[in-house]
């Protein structure tokens, strides 16, 4: 059952990586990869469905309650097939389109690697929003794929446009996210746990579970653009074709509904949650319709029908009821399918004509025949006509609307007609006509075309053998009731109700068409009303508003780094000064005794002091730097007095490559700046003074008050040289690190993989672009190098003694790491730059540096699929460790390995950077300091 249930999420999840992979070895592969996933795990959703489906419930972190539990149920089902399905067929569309469109733009080939893995990781992140059973998990995957589609909105980032409409995107569904977190933060304080199944056996209608489902439900109504979120869709058109097909119609904004699917259970006990859902709906089918109707551009009609689309799914939902809950899982199917089509083909459209405008369009059913017929299936499927499998959709939103009472069963009638209104008009607009006037249309690649002709008749396929389709919307709309939902997708041949309703909507629908001269001003002025108005001009005024009062704030307080420090130690200084004079300050302040044994202590402390006054008054840069090292060295002695042979260990080793670092930098600046910067009068000394005065003092008065007043009861440390024999560790640092602080460690260690990257892209040395050192650069002097090579094996194995014995003795993976990295620099050193054997690549340094990080994610994450939670060790405390000689063979170990060749790499690629970077200079400096070019 495990299986069934983690392998489509497994291979959704690894589409992405995979496709980078095979696009890093050659573009051409990361397409078929992508495709080929995306087949597999759509297959691997149906296999787990078909047979019983299952949970894997795991701890993830215990002591917060947060686990990672996934279900492949009937709700989970649905959506991750339409994410892998439909992805499939978009990303076959795609694997000719892209490169037409990279053509166009004037654009390498290469960049279509970056197109496919964000959506293959949309495609996994979907995967897993559609199985997440846990709301903080929930919220990881949700913000999994607002990342994913900022980047393919914006996936044409020369254009301001590309990138505005990105922005947008992210900041609406990406604001609206957190209050998804608040929503769960505060039923896990009510209740106690974040489990979406336990939650609903739990709460009671209340402010608690309105305040709450209301949080939720917004975030969900962002993501899927409904009023007055809506209008970050429409912009989000700036995409490429197949991310609308994909995003804006299967999958981001399916997203938003599906959440208020998984905590329906939750919504359906608030009568008040359920008429907001009901208001939404409405709205937006109003609003999206309207603007429909006034669109030229394709997409932008599409667009906007889609927020009315979804419209009608929040609607049935706020209706409640079987035919509510039930019905909205089936209009999603069929709402993917149809859109989907109609995406597609307004991509090949505008691929055959150049034109994307309706009324640059028109009598393309002759030169686009099979095009003209696979888009009108699915034109039909959005407009519910009998035979497709729209026609139930309908038919579900209408029984559920005349449950409601005959208003809402008219408002469903009036909707339905504009739906079939600007259906009509996006599809005769394209096809329809006499072309003379008209774009011509040129032919089209066959691989644009079959996957409409594939998703349209699946619609019409739909229609006839419904069986299918109608019982994966019960098991999803099952879920979400939690109680049956029959919803009988069968022709009848009776007067039915609801059938009366759709020769209404159709009726209703034909007047529209033909009576567009009467009407359309009055939507066009809707149109303009909103544009001037409406929620976007607030959103437009509210960033223009923040970005003026940024840039106000950077100039009053961020102008330099002394401002920045000054305007942040100053007020805290002054504040924390007015709460330390309010205070009563008996036996606050104390002053202990001095004993023989700590003058050393003292001495070291007072030249600590004496270095950091120095950095006040030295102007020259190397000066500065030697003075600055200096006083962490002389710390680094206090940690020794203190008998702390770890954390001295690290301040030695970092002060060692700060200080090189820093040297390095300044060798990048030319002498002459570094000489007249330092040779600039001191601007505003007494203000400097002044604020230096003040944040010391307040500094001091803090930290003698800390000190006069230790803590009561056992500490923090107390508790872990408790524990630290019970994780097989003598060391308390390092069991600190790699087991009770695990997850802080991952967290930091990622943090500086990242950092990698970052430098070498400051520096212009992307990871791969780092060049062999050249043969004709300088060589160190002869007793450099000599005693280079002396201590380069000797260093290596230090670093390794370091590493194995860090859990029993002195010693960590980080430290580990930087003693490893000074080896190769030694190593460079002896054998200088034109050697074989100088510093690797940078592209070399990221492969260590994160083949590291990947061995420390995977010994985290191996628990869970024990059973236990991350960054559980073993052998577990109470059992014996096996032993190879005095190396204990734990886990813990292991991870710190990871950290060890991450930290090497690191250092390597960073130094290696700067290596690079500053032979260029000397190169294109010449030998006097001058410029050859």
Excluded at 58 to 69: D, S
Aim: aromatic share 10%.
């Amino acid at each position: 059952m495990t299986l069934t249930v983690l392998l489509p999420l497994a291979l959704a999840l690894l589409a992405a990586p995979a496709a980078l992979l095979a696009g890093t070895l050659r573009t051409a592969y990361a397409a078929p990869v992508g495709t080929v996933f995306a087949a597999l795990a759509a297959l691997a959703t149906l296999w787990g469905y078909l047979s019983g489906g299952g949970i894997v419930d795991i701890a993830w972190t215990p002591t917060w309650g947060l686990r990672f539990a996934v279900e492949l149920d009937g709700l989970a089902t649905l959506y991750a097939l339409l994410a892998t399905g439909i992805g499939f067929a978009v990303l076959v569309y795609s694997s000719r389109y892209v490169p037409l469109h990279l053509d166009h733009e004037a654009r390498p080939a290469s960049d279509a690697v970056r197109f496919y893995f964000f959506v293959l990781l949309f495609m996994g992140s979907m995967v897993g929003l559609a199985m997440a059973q846990d709301l903080i998990l929930l919220f990881v995957f949700w913000d999994l794929t607002a990342i994913a589609s900022y980047y393919l909105i914006g996936y044409d980032g020369h254009k301001e446009g590309s990138r505005a409409s990105a922005l947008m995107a992210l900041l609406i569904t990406g604001i609206t996210a957190v209050l998804l977190l608040i929503g769960a933060l505060f039923l896990y304080a009510a209740h106690g746990t974040f489990s979406i199944p336990e939650l609903a056996g739990l709460v009671e209608p209340g402010p608690l579970l309105t305040g709450c489902g209301l949080l939720i439900a917004v975030a969900g109504l962002a993501k899927s653009a409904q009023a007055p979120f809506h209008f970050w869709l429409p912009r989000a058109m700036a995409a490429p074709t197949p991310v609308s097909a994909y995003l804006h119609s299967a999958a981001m904004v399916a997203a938003g509904v599906l959440l208020i699917g998984r905590v329906y259970p939750l919504l359906q006990q608030s009568e008040v949650l359920l008429d907001i859902l009901l208001v939404f709906g409405v709205a937006s089918m109003a609003v999206g319709g309207v603007l429909a109707l006034t669109r030229n551009v394709l997409k932008q009609l599409l667009a906007y029908s889609t927020i009315a689309q979804y419209g009608f799914v929040v609607a049935m939902y706020g209706l409640g009821g079987p035919y509510g809950a039930g019905g909205a899982a089936f209009y999603v199917i069929t709402h993917a399918l149809a859109k989907s089509a109609l995406f597609l083909t307004a991509g090949a459209v505008t691929e055959a004509t150049g034109e994307d405008r309706l009324s640059k369009l028109g009598g393309l059913r002759k030169p686009l025949p099979l095009l003209a017929v696979a888009s009108g299936a699915a034109a039909a499927t959005l407009t519910s006509l009998p035979l497709t499998l729209g026609f139930f959709a309908d038919e579900f939103f209408f029984a559920a609307a005349l449950e409601r009472g005959p208003l809402f069963a008219a408002f469903a009638v009036a909707f339905a007609a504009t739906t079939l209104a600007y259906t009509w008009r996006f599809w005769s607009g394209v096809f329809l006509g006499g072309a003379d006037g008209k774009a011509e249309a040129h032919s089209v690649p066959a691989l644009l075309v079959a996957p409409v002709a594939a998703l349209g008749g699946i619609a019409l396929l739909g229609g006839i053998f419904t069986g299918p389709f109608e019982s994966l919307a019960e098991a999803a709309g099952e879920v979400s009731f939690q109680a049956p939902t029959p919803l009988g997708a069968s022709y009848r041949l009776e007067v039915l109700p609801e059938y009366l309703m759709a020769l209404g909507a159709y009726a209703l629908g034909v007047g529209l068409i033909l009576s567009r001269p009467v009407w359309s001003w009055a939507a066009l002025g809707f149109s303009r009303l909103g544009a001037l108005a409406g929620p976007e001009r607030l959103y437009v005024l509210t960033v223009h508003g923040l970005n003026v009062l940024s840039g106000s704030l950077h100039q009053l307080e961020i102008r330099n780094l002394r401002g920045r420090v000054t305007s942040v130690l100053l007020p805290t200084a002054v504040i924390v000064g007015a709460a330390v004079l309010a205070t009563p300050a008996t036996g606050a302040y104390q002053v202990g005794e001095l004993r023989a044994e700590e003058v050393p202590l003292m001495m070291v402390l007072v030249g600590v002091a004496a270095a950091s006054l120095a950095t006040a008054f030295t102007r020259r840069h190397v000066t500065l730097a030697l003075v600055f090292s200096s006083a962490g060295f002389a710390l680094a002695v206090a940690y020794a007095f203190y008998g702390a042979p770890d954390v001295t260990l690290v301040a030695v080793l970092v002060e060692v490559v700060l200080a090189l670092l820093y040297f390095a930098t300044m060798k990048l600046i030319p002498y002459r700046t570094l000489r007249r910067q330092a040779a600039q009068p001191l601007l505003r000394p007494n203000r400097k003074i002044f604020v230096s005065a003040v944040a010391g003092i307040f500094a001091f008065v803090v930290v003698w008050g800390a000190l006069s007043q230790p803590p009561a009861g056992q500490t923090v440390a107390e508790e872990y040289v408790r524990l630290t024999p019970e994780v097989h560790a003598e060391d308390v640092v390092t069991a600190i690190l790699a087991d009770f602080r695990g997850l802080d460690t991952l967290g930091e260690i990622t943090v500086v993989a990242v950092v990698l990257l970052g430098v070498s892209t400051l520096l212009g040395r992307g990871i791969t672009a780092a060049k062999a050192p050249s043969s004709a650069d300088s060589v160190a002097g002869v007793a450099t190098r000599a005693v280079a090579r002396l201590l380069y094996l000797p260093t290596l194995i230090v670093a390794v003694a370091i590493l194995v014995k860090g859990y029993t003795q002195t010693g960590d993976g980080f430290s580990a790491g930087v003693v490893a990295a000074l080896g190769l620099m030694l190593r460079r050193l002896a054998l200088g730059r034109g050697k074989t054997g100088g510093l690797p690549s940078a592209r070399g340094a990221a492969t260590i540096a994160f083949a590291g990080l990947l061995l420390a994610l995977s010994v985290a994450a191996a628990p869970l699929f024990l059973g236990d939670a991350v960054l559980t060790h073993y052998p577990s405390p109470g059992s014996e460790p096996i032993y190879l000689g005095t190396l204990e063979l734990i886990t813990a170990v292991l991870f710190d390995v990871g950290i060890f060749f991450l930290v090497l790499g690191f250092s390597i690629g960073v130094v290696s950077v700067f290596a690079h970077t500053i032979a260029d200079e000397e190169e294109y400096a010449g030998p006097q300091g001058y410029r050859k070019r």
